[in-house]
């Protein structure tokens, strides 16, 4: 979220969670609950929690047939993209 402010920067992976912030656990009697303990919003002022942060350029780094390999593979593809002077996958 604070790299996207910068314009030299390109995010590359998939859209976030939206879980930005630490949580703040509270308990009721028998109840116990969760909330963002912080409200984490970028540059202009967008708020992020729940919607999740989207990349510029879509690519799975972790997928569940590769998980151990997949970054590698993630990695090799950014720097082919650069190498390339391409901006799409």
Known sequence: ??????????LVGTHTLGILSGMLGKSIADYYTTYS???????DGRYYEVTGV??????EIFPKNRVMSGHLEAIRKVVDIIEQGQNTL
């Open 1 to 10: 979220m604070m790299m996207d402010a910068l314009p030299n920067v390109t």
């Open 54 to 59: 989207e990349p510029d350029l879509e690519l």
């Open 37 to 43: 303990n912080q409200r984490l919003v970028n540059a």
